[in-house]
C-alpha cells in the first residue's frame, strides 16, 4: 500500500494522548481557523460563505476570540452585523412575518468533513501492520469515533478485531479508576500515585471525546 502524507498524520495522532481522531479534528479545526484569521479573512469567496451562514456557532466563536486577532474579526463581525440587520430590515418589511435566521457554522461543517475523511482513512489503514501495532498501543478510540467507525467498517474482521482492542482497553481503564479509588485510602496513599492519577480524566474522554469535539 502506498503510504501518503496523511497516513503520517494519522499515525502520529496515535501517539499523541487520547482519541486519534478527536486529535486530528481539534488540530485541523485549529489550523482552519488559523487560515481564515491570518489569510482568507480578505478572500471575497470565504467572506461571502461566512456572511452566507450567519457566522459561527458559540462554540467555534469563542474558539476565534481566542486568537485575540481584534482586527481579522472586527472585519468578519462587522460583515454579519450588517446581515442581521438586514434580516431584521427585512422582518419589519414583512410587518411581523418569518423570516429565516438560520446559523450553519462553516467551522462545525468542516470539521464533520475533516471526522469523515479520518473515520474512513482509519478503516482503510487499519489492516496496516505498523498501524495497527501503534493503534494497539494507543489511547484507541473515544465511544462516539468508536462507534462511528463500526457504522462505517464493511469489515466483519475489522470489526471484531475492533471490539476485542476496545475491550481491553476498557478493562484496562476500568483497572486503573479502581488502583485511584484504592490509592484514596490513608493506608495506601503512601505508595503514591502511578499513571492511574489521571485515569478518571481519560475516562471522560474515553466516554465522551475531546472537549468540544462533539
Ligand atoms: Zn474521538
Ligand atoms: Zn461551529
Known sequence: MEKHQI???????????GCPICFL????????????????????EIRKKIKESLGFCNLHS???????????????????????????????????????????CLICREAKNIERRFISL?????????????????FGLCLPHFISVIKSCKDKNVIVELYRIETEKIELLRHELNEFQRKQDYRF??????????????????????????
Open 189 to 214: 496513599s503512601a505508595e503514591g500515585y502511578g499513571k492511574e492519577k489521571d485515569s478518571w480524566i481519560r475516562a471522560i474522554e474515553k466516554l465522551t471525546g475531546k472537549e468540544g469535539v462533539f
Open 25 to 44: 479534528i481539534n488540530s485541523r479545526v485549529h489550523k482552519l481557523m488559523e487560515n481564515l484569521l491570518y489569510e482568507n479573512v480578505n478572500d471575497i
Open 62 to 104: 469563542w474558539q476565534l476570540k481566542k486568537f485575540a486577532d481584534g482586527l481579522g474579526l472586527s472585519i468578519i463581525y462587522e460583515d454579519l452585523l450588517n446581515v442581521i440587520k438586514n434580516k431584521i430590515k427585512e422582518f419589519l418589511g414583512k410587518k411581523g412575518k418569518k423570516v429565516e435566521i438560520g446559523l450553519n
Open 7 to 17: 497516513y503520517f498524520e494519522l499515525l502520529d495522532a496515535l501517539k499523541e494522548r
Open 122 to 138: 482509519f478503516i482503510e489503514y487499519f489492516n496496516d501492520i505498523e498501524f495497527k501495532n501503534n493503534f494497539k498501543s494507543s
